[in-house]
C-alpha cells in the first residue's frame, strides 16, 4: 500500500474533523490509507450519512399498515392494494444544477430513476420541484434564465429518453435562490409484492458482480479534491459534474427487470453517492456481510486509475448486483442481450469486512459497519430559527385590485408552467389521467382499477416565516391537492433544503421543520418512507430560505379525472371550507405579499389541521361521488387567483361571485388561509349537506358565466376582467419573463 | 390480424402501442426484437416510439441496420402493413421506405401537447375509416419532428395524394405542415403524432382509433397510385 501520506491537510481536504479522523483511528486500529481516507470522507460526508439531521429524522413517522418498506433502503414501498406496490422517493441535485444545469439536472433525474427500479419497480411517474433566482433582475437575470432553460432541458432529455413521463411538479423564483437553485426530482415506481429487490449482500460466497456503464474519473469527489497532491496520477482536471446517458439507463432499467424476474438475483443496488464505495458497503452492512472486490476486473472508460479514484467514481448508470452462485451465467446472458456490460468483481465474505484490491494489492480494508452504520452523528448547537422578514407589515400600497390580479396571473409562481411541461413527455406508457397543470398529477395503473395521485410542494416563504407552520402547511397542502382529485393520502417522501447546519440559526430550521413535518405527517397519518437532505445552500453566507420539499402519494378509483375550470356556465359556485380568516401579518409570506407589495413580513396563514382534514374528507366524497363539475384547492394568490384560473378552461368560463365578508379586500381577495377549496356544481344543496356532514363550512358565492370574472362584495365591485385577458397573460407570462419583456 | 411491435433498444413507446392493440382493441399482438429476423408472422408491423438506439448520429439511422429492419423492408416490398409511429416515422425515412427527412424542431425543443390534424387522404389502410378533412386532435411528443423533403418530393406527395395528415397547427416547422405521409404503394405510413396515445378516454381522448382501427380493417379495397 504506497500512497500519499495522511497530513491534517489531507484529512481537511475529505473535510473529516479531527474527531472524526480520531474514530477513524479507532474504529481501524491503525492509520487509513489514502483509499480508506477517501472512502470514509464520502460515507461520513453529510450527504450519505446524514449526520446532522439523523437523529432529528428519527422523529417522523414511518410506519402504517400499508408501508412495506420505510427509511434507509434506496426508495420507501407503500402497499396500493391487489398485490401491488409503489416505490418513490425525491433526491436534489442543487449544487451541480448550479455548475452545470443541464447534465446537473439529467443526472439528477437518472439517479432517482435508478433509486426505484433497483428495487424491481418500473418507473411510471417523474415530478420535478424547481427553484431559481428571480428572471427579470437586472443583476443576475440573465444567469437564472440560463440555468432555468439548462435544467429543464436537462430533466426533459433524461426522462424523455428514458422513457418515464414527467407529470407534475413546481417551479419556484425567489431572490433567495439567486445563488443556490434548488433541482429536487421525485420518481415513483410500480411492481407487485414479490417482485421487490433489497440492497443485501446476502450469502456468504455468492459473486458480486458490476453491470452497466463502465467507469471513469468523472464525478470524482467534489471541488475540494482538485489540489495538487492528489492529481500525479488524474494528470488532468476532469468536470466533477456527471454526464448522463439516457439510453444506457433505459437499457440497465430493462435488463435489470428482466433479470430480476430469472430469479437468479439476491441484492441489488445502484452506484449512486461514490458508487462503488456506497454500494459495496451498504449492501455488506444491510446484509451482515464483508464484500471483497477486485478492482482491475471494473469495466473502465480509462486506463490508469487508481483505486481512490474508482472507489470514489461517480459515472453514472451503473449498478452492483449480487447472483446467486452457480447461476452467473443467468445473469450475464440477460445484460448480453440489452448490450451492457455485467462483470464479476467479487464475492460475498464472512468476516464484515469491504475489501479492496486491486491486481491483488489491498487498498482498503473497513467493517462495512463502521462505514454505513457508525457514521458519526451531531446534536448540533441550535438557537432561535433564522428570521429574514419583520413580524409585521409595511404600509400597504394599495392599488386596484383588478390590476394587482393581473400582476399575480403574470408573475412567475403563479403563472401556467406550460412552457417548461410541454418540453417534458407527459404521456408516455399512457398512464396519465391528469397530467401537469393538474391540482395533483393521477396516473393509473394498468393492472388494477387503482390510480395514483401525487403532489409536491413547497413553499420557502411560509417556512422563512416559521419552519414549523410553514412545514405543516406543506403537508396539508399536499394532502388537499390529493383529496381534491378524489385521492387518499397515503404516504410523504421529503427534501430537506437548508443552508449550513453548523450555524444554530439555520439548525434550528432544520430541526423545527422537521418537527413540523413529523407532526402534520403523524396527523394526516401520511408516514414517511424516505427521503433526502440537502445542507450547506448558502453562497456567500446567505443560506436559502428554508425550502422543505412534500411529495405525497395517494390512491383513488380510476375513473375519469375531475378538472380544475368550470366547465359551461349557470353553475353554482361554492367555496367549500368558507371564506377563511386572516389578519394583517398573515398575509405577509402570501403571493399578494410577493408580488403586489414586493415585500415579506409577518407570519405563514393559519392552520387547524383538525378542519383541514374534515374539508378534506368532504372533497373526497363530493368528487367521488361525482356531484361537483370542477374543483380546484386555493392557494397561491388566495381567492382571486382560484377563481381566475378556474376560468381558463377551453371555453373561458368565468364567474360572477358576491361576497358578504368584513375582511378588508386585499385579505379577502388574496390571502392563502388553508382548507378552502372552490367548486363549481349543479347542485349546491347536496355539497351542503356532505359539508354539513363533515362539520365544514360551505357557502354559495356566485354562478357560472360566459368570458367574465367579476367579485364584490357587499354591494361594492372589487374587479370585473374578461377572461381571455386574464388567461393570455397568465399563458404566456413565462415566456415573457424568459424573454426579458415586460408581460403586462 | 396479428400486429408485431418491434422493440429496438432504446424505443419506450413499445408498450403503449401494443396496449393499445392487444388490450384496447383486443388483437393477437407479439413484440418483435431488434436482433432477430422473424416477424412471427404479422400481418401489420408498428415501428414504435422512442430513441431507438439512443437516437445517436440522427434519429433513426442505426435502427435501418438491424436485421429486424431487413425483414420489414422485405415486408414492406411484398406489400405487407407497416406502421411508424414517430421515432418509427424517422426510421422509416431513414431506411428510404418513405421520402423526406425528419430534423430538429423550428422552437429548438422538445414538444409534448394535444395538437388538431387534418385528415388529408382516406385512400389509404390507415385511413379509410376517417373523413376526409376531418379534425383529429393527437398528441405529439418529439424534439426532432420537422418534415423537410425538397420541393419536387412535395409536390409529387401532393400530386399522388400521399400526404396522411396535415397539422392545423404546426408545431415543428414541417414543410407543407406535414405530420403523415404514405409510400406510393401507400402499404407505409409513418407519423409524428402518436394515436396509440389516443386510444382510450382516460388519457383525453380517442381519436388515435381511427387509425388503428383503419389498419385493422385493411383488407377494405385501396387504389394503388
Avoid at chain 1, 432529455?157 to 422513457?163: L, S, V
Avoid at chain 1, 449482500?201 to 474519473?217: D, E, F, M, Q
Avoid at chain 1, 436559502?544 to 412534500?550: K, N
Amino acid at each position: 500500500m504506497s500512497e500519499t501520506l495522511i497530513t491534517p491537510e489531507v484529512i481537511a481536504q475529505h473535510q473529516l474533523s479531527t474527531s472524526e479522523y480520531q474514530k477513524i483511528l479507532s474504529l481501524l486500529g491503525r492509520e487509513p490509507t489514502l483509499t480508506e481516507l477517501g472512502i470514509f470522507g464520502v460515507m461520513w460526508s453529510e450527504h450519505c450519512s446524514y449526520k446532522s439531521s439523523r437523529i432529528h429524522l428519527k422523529k417522523l413517522p414511518t410506519e402504517s399498515k400499508r408501508v412495506l418498506q420505510g427509511p434507509g433502503e434506496n426508495a420507501g414501498i407503500v402497499d396500493i392494494g391487489d398485490g401491488m406496490a409503489i416505490a418513490f422517493k425525491i433526491e436534489s441535485h442543487n449544487h451541480p444544477s448550479f455548475i452545470e444545469p443541464f447534465q446537473g439536472a439529467a443526472t439528477g433525474v437518472g439517479g432517482i430513476l435508478r433509486d426505484i427500479f433497483t428495487m424491481g419497480a418500473r418507473p411510471i411517474a417523474v415530478m420535478d420541484s424547481i427553484r431559481f433566482g428571480r428572471l427579470d433582475d437586472e443583476a443576475t437575470g440573465a444567469r437564472n434564465r440560463r440555468l432555468l432553460e439548462g435544467v429543464v432541458s436537462g430533466i426533459a432529455h433524461y426522462g424523455n429518453c428514458f422513457g418515464v413521463p414527467t407529470v407534475g411538479g413546481e417551479c419556484v423564483f425567489e431572490e433567495s435562490y439567486d445563488g443556490n437553485p434548488l433541482v429536487n426530482v421525485f420518481a415513483l415506481g410500480v411492481f407487485h409484492h414479490d417482485e421487490v429487490f433489497y440492497g443485501k449482500a446476502s450469502g456468504v460466497g455468492n459473486p458480486v458482480i458490476y453491470v452497466g456503464a463502465k467507469t471513469g474519473r468523472d464525478g470524482i469527489h467534489g471541488a475540494s479534491m482538485a489540489s495538487a497532491e492528489f492529481t500525479e496520477s488524474s494528470k488532468r482536471k476532469r468536470p466533477n459534474v456527471q454526464v448522463g446517458d439516457p439510453f444506457t439507463e433505459k437499457l440497465l432499467l430493462e435488463a435489470c427487470l428482466e433479470a430480476m424476474r430469472t430469479g437468479a438475483i439476491v441484492g441489488i443496488q445502484d452506484m449512486g453517492a461514490a458508487g462503488l464505495t456506497s454500494s459495496t458497503c451498504e449492501m455488506g452492512s444491510r446484509a451482515g456481510t464483508g464484500v471483497e472486490i477486485e478492482l482491475s476486473l471494473v469495466p473502465q472508460r480509462e486506463a490508469g486509475m487508481t483505486p481512490y479514484e474508482m472507489m470514489l467514481s461517480e459515472s453514472q448508470e451503473r449498478m452492483l448486483l449480487v447472483a446467486e452462485r452457480g447461476r452467473e451465467d443467468v445473469v450475464f446472458s440477460v445484460f448480453k442481450k440489452w448490450g451492457l456490460d455485467a462483470v464479476e468483481i467479487g464475492r460475498v465474505t464472512a468476516d464484515g469486512m469491504l475489501r479492496v484490491k486491486q491486481n491483488g494489492i489491498v487498498f482498503a480494508e473497513i467493517p462495512n459497519r463502521a462505514l454505513a452504520d457508525e457514521a458519526p452523528k451531531y446534536d448540533r448547537p441550535r438557537t432561535r430559527p433564522l428570521r429574514p422578514a419583520p413580524l409585521d407589515r409595511p404600509t400597504i400600497l394599495r392599488g386596484t385590485w383588478g390590476a394587482d390580479l393581473k400582476m399575480l396571473l403574470a408573475s412567475g409562481d403563479v403563472c401556467s408552467k406550460r412552457w417548461i411541461y410541454e418540453q417534458y413527455d407527459h404521456q408516455v406508457r399512457t398512464n396519465t389521467v391528469a397530467g401537469p397543470g393538474a391540482e395533483a398529477a393521477v396516473v393509473r395503473i394498468k393492472e388494477t382499477n387503482t390510480s395514483i395521485a401525487m403532489s409536491l410542494d413547497g413553499n420557502g416563504r411560509y417556512c422563512a416565516l416559521d419552519p414549523r407552520e410553514g412545514t405543516k402547511l406543506l403537508v396539508a397542502e399536499c394532502c388537499r391537492n390529493l383529496s381534491t382529485v378524489g385521492a387518499l393520502p397515503i404516504a410523504t417522501t421529503n427534501n430537506l433544503n437548508f443552508g449550513n447546519p453548523e450555524r444554530p440559526e439555520i439548525m434550528a430550521q432544520i430541526v423545527e421543520s422537521i418537527e413540523g413535518l413529523a407532526d402534520a405527517c403523524r396527523f394526516f397519518d401520511v408516514p414517511v418512507t424516505g427521503g433526502n437532505v440537502s445542507l450547506y445552500n448558502e453562497t456567500l453566507g446567505t443560506p436559502i430560505f428554508p425550502t422543505p420539499v412534500v411529495g405525497i402519494v395517494g390512491t383513488l378509483p380510476t375513473s375519469l379525472p375531475i378538472g380544475i375550470s368550470f366547465p359551461k356556465v349557470g353553475l353554482r359556485v361554492v367555496l367549500l371550507g368558507g371564506l377563511g380568516t386572516a389578519d394583517a401579518r398573515e398575509l405577509g409570506g402570501t403571493q399578494y405579499a410577493k408580488v403586489v407589495q414586493n415585500s415579506l413580513w409577518g407570519v405563514p396563514p393559519r392552520l387547524d389541521m383538525e378542519y383541514e382534514k374534515r374539508v378534506q374528507a368532504a372533497i373526497r366524497e363530493l368528487v367521488r361521488g361525482g356531484l361537483v363539475a370542477s374543483a380546484h384547492d386555493l392557494s397561491k394568490g388566495g381567492l382571486a387567483v382560484a377563481l381566475a384560473e378556474s376560468g381558463f378552461g377551453p371555453e373561458n368560463i368565468g364567474a360572477d361571485v358576491k361576497l358578504d365578508s368584513d375582511l378588508p379586500p386585499e385579505l379577502l381577495l388574496f390571502h392563502e388561509g388553508p382548507s378552502r377549496i372552490l367548486v363549481s356544481t349543479p347542485n349546491p344543496e347536496e355539497v351542503f349537506r356532505l359539508a354539513n356532514a363533515n362539520g365544514v363550512h360551505a357557502i354559495e358565492i356566485g354562478v357560472t358565466l360566459k368570458a367574465r370574472v367579476t367579485i364584490s362584495n357587499r354591494g361594492e365591485v372589487l374587479l370585473d376582467e374578461r377572461v381571455d385577458e386574464l388567461k393570455g397573460l397568465w399563458n404566456n407570462a413565462l415566456e415573457h419573463l424568459l424573454h426579458n419583456s415586460v408581460a403586462v | 390480424m396479428k400486429i408485431g411491435v418491434v422493440v429496438f433498444p432504446g424505443s419506450n413507446c413499445d408498450h403503449d402501442a401494443w396496449h393499445a392493440f392487444a388490450e384496447t382493441l383486443r388483437q393477437d399482438t407479439v413484440f418483435l426484437w431488434h436482433d432477430s429476423a422473424s416477424l412471427q408472422g404479422a400481418d401489420l408491423i408498428v415501428l414504435p416510439g422512442g430513441f431507438s438506439y439512443g437516437d445517436y448520429l440522427r434519429c433513426g439511422a442505426i435502427a435501418k441496420f438491424s436485421p429486424m429492419m431487413g425483414a420489414v423492408k422485405k415486408f414492406a416490398q411484398e406489400g405487407g402493413l407497416v406502421l411508424g409511429i414517430c421515432n418509427g416515422f424517422q426510421i422509416l425515412t431513414e431506411a428510404g421506405l418513405l421520402p423526406g427527412a425528419l430534423v430538429r424542431n423550428v422552437g429548438l425543443k422538445f414538444v409534448c401537447k394535444t395538437v388538431p390534424l387534418e385528415v388529408a387522404t382516406t385512400n389509404s389502410p390507415f385511413t379509410h375509416r376517417a373523413v376526409k378533412g376531418q379534425t383529429l386532435a393527437l398528441p405529439v411528443a418529439h424534439g426532432e419532428g420537422c418534415y423537410i423533403a425538397n420541393e419536387q418530393v412535395l409536390d409529387e406527395l401532393e400530386a399522388e395524394d400521399r400526404v396522411a395528415f396535415r397539422y392545423r397547427e404546426n408545431p415543428n416547422g414541417s414543410m407543407r405542415n406535414i405530420a403523415g405521409v404514405l409510400n406510393r404503394e401507400r402499404n407505409v405510413m409513418g407519423l409524428m403524432p402518436h394515436p396509440e396515445r389516443a386510444a382510450d378516454p382516460l388519457m383525453g381522448g380517442t381519436d388515435g382509433l381511427t387509425i388503428l382501427e383503419s389498419a385493422l380493417h385493411a383488407g377494405v379495397a385501396v387504389s394503388r397510385a
